[in-house]
């Protein structure tokens, strides 16, 4: 099932961000979210997530089926790495860890605690809670901070995989990734002065 947007107007913390925003998501294909800083990118991808009300428009097809991955790792500090993954394997109902703790090279560092790893290391686990998700639709905010060369090609590899099996993928980022994806940029959707925020909108967080 594909996640559709029709015509989604936006607002960040009582001031219009977007309008008009109309895209699809396919299955088993990426999408690249691109655009200035300050474009929409984390509000359009908060509201698909379910985290942020829209103004007005559509999002159909994201109901249950969305791993939303931000600026935070997610993790929980005083767990290992291994009780990480198996906490959000159990949340989700999605079976075992070893394919995720394989995908993002996490093997030496399973029963080391979250709070002991570096930025890097901290990123690649929060990424392979996608893994241990089940859930079809990744919408990822800005994947790759902190990742080496290396991370970043395990992360691509791991959305390649999941493309195959017909998952989807919508990725805010300003890095080249090597993914065979759409290019959608929120620039031309950019609100003006004019368009109004109403009582759906919340403060950003």
């Known amino acids: 099932m594909d996640v559709q947007i029709t015509d989604l107007s936006l607002a960040r913390g009582g001031v219009p ?3 008009g925003v109309t895209m699809s998501l396919p299955a088993g294909q990426a999408v690249i979210l691109r655009g200035p800083n300050g474009a929409g990118k984390t509000t359009l991808l908060r509201a ?6 829209a ?5 159909t097809g994201a109901e249950d089926r969305i791993a939303y991955a931000a600026h935070a790792d997610g993790v929980k500090s005083m767990l290992t790495v291994r009780e990480n993954l198996t906490f959000w394997a159990d949340v989700f109902g999605a079976g075992g860890i070893d394919a995720a703790i394989e995908a993002y090279a996490l093997a030496p560092l399973a029963d080391r605690l979250a ?3 570096s930025a890097g290391q901290k990123r690649r686990l929060g990424l392979a809670r996608l893994l241990v998700t089940g859930r079809p639709v990744w919408v990822l905010d800005e ?3 902190s990742l080496d060369t290396g991370a970043v090609a395990m992360f691509a590899d791991a959305v390649r995989a999941h493309l195959a099996q017909g998952g989807s993928a919508l990725i805010a980022t300003h890095i080249d990734l090597g993914l065979e994806a759409e290019v959608f940029d929120l620039t031309p959707f950019k609100a003006t002065a004019t368009t109004q925020a109403g009582a759906t909108d919340e403060a950003f967080l």
């Open 143 to 145: 994947p790759t901070v």
């Open 17 to 19: 961000v977007l309008a």
């Open 115 to 117: 709070a002991t790893l």
């Open 48 to 53: 698909i997530a379910g985290l942020q009300p």
């Open 55 to 59: 103004l007005s428009g559509r999002i």
